[in-house]
């Protein structure tokens, strides 16, 4: 599972730094989703066809059997379409999906690949810095208080650790862990997709 994580870790820097350097990213998601971009990155690392197909095999495997306890997996393998089989018009739903989770994970991290690194490699991201982004993740939540209470609520009621700010600072900063964030974020896009697909939809391709 651990080695799963790690990959999946790579897979989204490598499609973060090919998203900043792209000026239609909404393309990119339409001429390769992130299954097929998985590949691509595997390959790249591994400079074999093979290995890496069998690699990103062994991934959604595991993703399949260990998603149920491990936020990490379940997100990336719903986001390479696991259980979209039977839904109508899956492939382009897939790709809005894909859109709103990098432009949510861009906002998240400060549009830095360094935190994005971090954020990964350590598990955790400041609290505040989450709820400050809410907003602008969601802005079409501006004119609706109570839905966006929810979410705050949601957010504040995750578990959190707290950290010193320095080696000799008495301040503490709460971090959450940044997979049940993002847990929390896609399980409510897929709520307001429901319920306000047009205002959701209209911010998706804004990188």
Request: glycine share 4%; charged share 20%.
């Amino acid at each position: 599972i651990s080695a799963a994580r790690q990959l999946i870790a790579y897979v989204y820097e490598r499609k973060f730094c090919d998203l900043q350097q792209n000026s239609n990213w909404v393309k990119s998601f339409e001429d390769y989703n992130l299954a097929q971009f998985s590949h691509l990155a595997m390959l790249a690392r591994y400079h074999d066809l093979e290995t890496s197909a069998r690699l990103f095999q062994e991934l959604m495997a595991v993703c399949q059997a260990y998603g149920h306890k491990n936020r990490r997996l379940l997100v990336f393998g719903r986001l390479c379409g696991w259980e979209m089989a039977q839904e109508e018009h899956h492939v382009a739903h897939n790709v809005v999906r894909e859109g709103f989770f990098f432009r949510m994970l861009n906002v998240l991290v400060n549009r830095r690949l360094e935190m994005l690194i971090n954020s990964f490699a350590t598990e955790l991201i400041p609290r505040d810095d989450v709820l400050s982004r809410l907003s602008e993740i969601y802005p079409h939540l501006d004119n609706s208080e109570q839905v966006m209470d929810r979410l705050i609520s949601d957010i504040v009621d995750l578990p959190c650790s707290f950290v010193s700010r320095g080696p000799q600072s008495e301040h503490t900063v709460a971090m959450l862990n940044i997979d049940d964030v993002i847990y929390v974020l896609m399980g409510f896009y897929q709520l307001e997709l429901c319920h306000n697909p047009q205002a959701l939809l209209h911010r998706v391709g804004k990188w």
